[in-house]
Every structure is written in structure tokens, then in C-alpha cells.
């Protein structure tokens, strides 16, 4: 033997392209899942008042061409499911715009506290299912926002608090101004989160699995879209949550401070 030759070829880069297709085709898969998922909980969610609302109107309309009297009843009722339609649609157009980057804020100078009153009260005059109080601050709290998102994120936070927790359950809002921030809590004593769900709850269209399916239904984009309008804002969401004993969810917001009456007028 005067001498060898050897031979090496590097077959990394075909296991690498190997490997990446793999990668493609599962995440295909798993696009393709999602879609699937979301057609069939989107058209679930819209069936369900639009079966109602049909028969409604159908009843209305014999109603009026046997010249019988309607009831406003019947008429707050369709309007009842025409108002649930139009938020599914509202939050699946924010949720698009969310997804593309695009949602849009006309921040200015707003009291918190103000708002925050306002929500409430409006969820107050018509819950009677459910015993809402509200802590507020004996300051004013003004911060750089957009009225009608931040408005927004509270009804979210308020709608899902009475939607997950018993008849005659607590809800309690406060909002706190500590350190440069203010804090706006929602707690209530419901069905509460699983632990090892909780860090996907503001995911596009996650629903825990004891959320529940008929009734309440929902499309898991709500608190999605919270926390892309309290990121906007400088903000922080988070949930703390006992299975069984309840949620509290805070939304932080960087304050203004507030100017000294005799500085604001020099
Ligand atoms: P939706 O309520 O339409 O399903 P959300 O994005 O508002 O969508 O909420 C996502 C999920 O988080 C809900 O499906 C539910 O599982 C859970 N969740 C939200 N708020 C609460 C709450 N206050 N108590 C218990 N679970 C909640």
C-alpha cells in the first residue's frame, strides 16, 4: 500500500433542506387546523343568535299582517341578537387588524377614573344578575388614551367577568395609582382559568377548556384584542386565576402627571 484516498462529502446541507420541509409541511398542517377550527367556531357563533333572530322577525311580521299588537318585548329581543352579532363581527374585524398590525389609536389626554366610572355604571344599570361594586381612587388619574378602545378593554374585562361566574357572584373593579401607573382590576368569584392555560390566554382564539360552550359561547379573540389596544397604550395585562374560585385581571397604564393648578396656568 503506497497510499489512501478519502473521501468526504458533506450531507449536512441535505439533511437541513430535509429537515426545513418537514418544518413547512407541519406548520402547514397546523395553519391549515387553525383555519378549520376558527371556520367551524366562527359560523357556530354566528348561527346561534341569527336562528333566533329569524324566528323573531317571522313572529313580528305575522304578527303585523294579522294586525295583532306587538309587544316591545319581542322587538328588544331581535335587537338583542342583532347588538351580539354585531360585536362577533366588530371583533373579528379588530382581530384582523390586530393580526395585520393595523389597529389604529386617537390617543389624548383622558381621566381615567372618568371612564372607568362610566363603563361601570353602564354595566351596573343593567346587571341584575350579578353584585358590581367599584373602588375608586380619590385622585384623578389622567393618561395619554383612546376613549373608545380603552372603553373597550373594560367592557371586555366587565362582559367576561358576569359571562364566567355564577348567578349572584361578585364582581369587583378598582382602580389604583401607584409609582407612575395606574391599575384597573376586574375580579370576580367564577369559573376560573387552569394554571397551565393561563399563559395562553390572550392568543387568538384560545378558549379554555371549562369555558363553556353552549350559552357563552365565544370566539377566544376578546382578550386578544385587550391586550394589543393595552400594549398600544404603554400598557401590561395579566391574570391572576384560582380554578373554581375566580379571576382578577389588571390592565396597567403609564399615568400623566398631573400639573399643579397654579403651573398649568403659567
Ligand atoms: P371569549 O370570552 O369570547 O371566549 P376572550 O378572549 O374574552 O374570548 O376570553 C378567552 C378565554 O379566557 C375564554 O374563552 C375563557 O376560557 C377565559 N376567560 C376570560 N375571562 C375569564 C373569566 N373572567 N373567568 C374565567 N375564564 C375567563
Redesign the pocket.
Known amino acids: 500500500v503506497t497510499g489512501r484516498v478519502w473521501s468526504f462529502r458533506d450531507i449536512s446541507p441535505r439533511v437541513h433542506a430535509e429537515q426545513e420541509r418537514e418544518q413547512l409541511l407541519r406548520d402547514a398542517n397546523e395553519a391549515i387546523q387553525v383555519r378549520d377550527d376558527f371556520l367551524s367556531i366562527a359560523s357556530h357563533?354566528l348561527k346561534t343568535p341569527l336562528t333566533p333572530l329569524r324566528l323573531n322577525l317571522q313572529m313580528l311580521k305575522h304578527a303585523l299582517e294579522a294586525d295583532q299588537a306587538v309587544t316591545p318585548g319581542r322587538v328588544d329581543k331581535a335587537l338583542g341578537q342583532v347588538r351580539r352579532l354585531s360585536a362577533l363581527v366588530n371583533?373579528l374585524l379588530d382581530a384582523s387588524c390586530v393580526g395585520a398590525g393595523r389597529m389604529e389609536l386617537q390617543r389624548m389626554p383622558m381621566s381615567l377614573p372618568e371612564l372607568v366610572h362610566e363603563v361601570f355604571s353602564d354595566f351596573r344599570s343593567v346587571s341584575e344578575t350579578h353584585v358590581l361594586t367599584y373602588d375608586a381612587p380619590d385622585e384623578d388619574v389622567p393618561v395619554l388614551g383612546d376613549r373608545g378602545r380603552l372603553a373597550q378593554v373594560m367592557t371586555?374585562?366587565l362582559?367576561?367577568?358576569l359571562?364566567?361566574?355564577p348567578l349572584g357572584g361578585a364582581v369587583r373593579v378598582s382602580l389604583t395609582h401607584s409609582g407612575g401607573d395606574a391599575v384597573i382590576t376586574?375580579a370576580?368569584s367564577?369559573?376560573?382559568?387552569p394554571k397551565e392555560?393561563q399563559a395562553h390566554?390572550?392568543e387568538r382564539f384560545?378558549?379554555?377548556?371549562?369555558?363553556p360552550v353552549s350559552g357563552?359561547?365565544?370566539?377566544?379573540?376578546?382578550?386578544?384584542?385587550?391586550r394589543d389596544i393595552v400594549e398600544r397604550h404603554g400598557g401590561h395585562i395579566w391574570?391572576e386565576?384560582e380554578l373554581g374560585h375566580?379571576?382578577t385581571?389588571h390592565v396597567s397604564l403609564p399615568a400623566l402627571a398631573v400639573q399643579p393648578l397654579h403651573e398649568a396656568h403659567v
Do not use: H, P, T
Not at 367564577?190 to 382559568?193: D, E, L, T
Not at 384560545?206 to 369555558?211: D, E, I, P, S, W
Not at 357563552?216 to 376578546?222: E, K, R, V
Open positions: 357563533e371583533d371586555n374585562l362582559e367576561n367577568a359571562k364566567y361566574s376586574v370576580d367564577g369559573i376560573g382559568i392555560e390566554l390572550f384560545f378558549r379554555a377548556r371549562n369555558a357563552f359561547g365565544g370566539l377566544g379573540l376578546g382578550l386578544y384584542i385587550c391574570v386565576s375566580g379571576s385581571f
